[in-house]
DNA sequence: ACAATTGTGAAAAATTTATCACAGCCGGAG
DNA sequence: CTCCGGCTGTGATAAATTTTTCACAATTGT
């Protein structure tokens, strides 16, 4: 009937897929903060999860439990066997797997890009730079490289519903020269240039440097030569276990601006954004739910 | 008054000398299976240390708390805060920084996001995807919607050097059914969808699951619908301090995946490269050194 | 528009907690 | 040896909390 050697975290996960919407919040739930939310009284599980009070009593049930204490003495007895055993701390991030596994390995590695580009960000810098993204009076050019312009896109989309009057340029196309003859004094270029640094894109930000623009730069520990002409410089750490660089932290910092900047439009953007939402509505491009 | 760095542990073990006899007969009772026998109803609890009832109250009581359900609240939180793990206590990531300003609460949520990403991924299924990705003799399509193309082309960008017969899909474009006329049995699809879902998205993988195809799935922990047709899963946590949602967890499983396909097509890929390298060096689109 | 899912509010049932008074026990002091 | 004082268990009970269940309304997807 019940499998002993399952933990109730398999069985829950097991049954995710034939689960309804608020099942799934909340087993979700249950399982992002495993096990202690499920040793609370039903209420306030009920409450973490936003789910109603019913809806846990009812999924327990479904799970096959006579009542919701009985699952918090089985959820009890699963955790008096895991402290029995090997130390239940975090060495390995997927616990499943060894910590030589390239998952873990790489994980690690990214954290520690992330704790180290934290530490040596200036945050004065950072916030001078929201402040000029945000601006909307200037105009806003976003440059990517060959593998960059991914990330300049991904700031393009976003600044795209926050602000007007931006342009995403390319800069490994051959079109990017017709960009800068808009270029005037007092405009805001992103620039992203990480290791194997592109000749473009240096020519491209001396070019808009002479125009009279502002350069806030996404770059690597070693620093573009664009560093030399940009106003703002923000550098990541990239190393990963890979022939590849990561532009994950990268990534972080480029999703923490988006932030940021919104923060700072809010009431600009709200209009923008909920008419963005009818239009989505309208073109059903997106699903409700499930 | 209280010490909050202190472990309910801690603190028994503290008072264990001046302790009666019943009372450390129930103090080692419960440090015996910790913290499990102290999460049971009270009853319980003075069962199994052949205490009894008021033997548990009154200690509990004399220990600070103001009854027993408090003293397992407290329970319920170490428990909660031992899980996390050393690296996501981090007070402030940029130290320079208040530990309000975005960059930290942003890093935060994003430690966050990859602990509970890689805690709840399945190594096998990651690898099985690998492999899957690897595999040259089938073509590869990758495919994105609205934002997540961006990951998309990504993935795109380095599978391009590492192996041929790959195709990039949009399936925001309305040209996507063109490249499914090509889709045979046995060719893979890595999907990316994130919340707000998008149909276009959904269809296509219908379409192609209908093909034959094997579907490989980038989603996020509610999981988009194509889940329901894709062999493979892989969901990330992508909630962070923003209106927007964060991909910097689920461009970490991308960027693994790569590093894994790289590994395993070590061998065919090696040839590739260097061409590449000489491509570029004739091009001059890189720099040679700073 | 229909069927399934979920939330609301409430009430009843069950369990758990907190106390109380009292009796028994134990060790040590006299 | 006896008495004393503190500790502990018993059994009972009241209070508080929690669980369970209901009927019905609201929502949402098909």
Redo the contacts with the bound molecule.
Sequence with gaps: MMDADQTISDRIQEKLDDM??????LALSILENYPASGLG???ALAKGA??????V?RM??KLGY?????F?ANLRDELGAIAKGPIAKHETWAEAAPSEHILNRFTEAVIENIRSTLAHIEPDAFDKACDLVADQNRHLYIVGGRITHTLAEYLFLHMQVIRPNLTHVQSTSNTWPHYLLNAQDGDVFVVFDVRRYENNTLKLAEMARARGATIVLFTDQWRSPVHRLADISLSSRIIVPSAWDSAATTMLLVESMISAVQILNWEKTKDRMEELEDIFDNTKLF????
Tied chains: 1, 2.
């Excluded at 309804?20 to 919040?25: L, V």
């Excluded at 006579?66 to 009985?70: A, Q």
């Design positions: 309804t919407r608020a099942e799934r919040q009284p039903l209420a936003n789910v109603s009070v019913p809806t009593a327990v049930q006579k009542g919701y204490p009985e918090q699903r409700k739910f499930t």
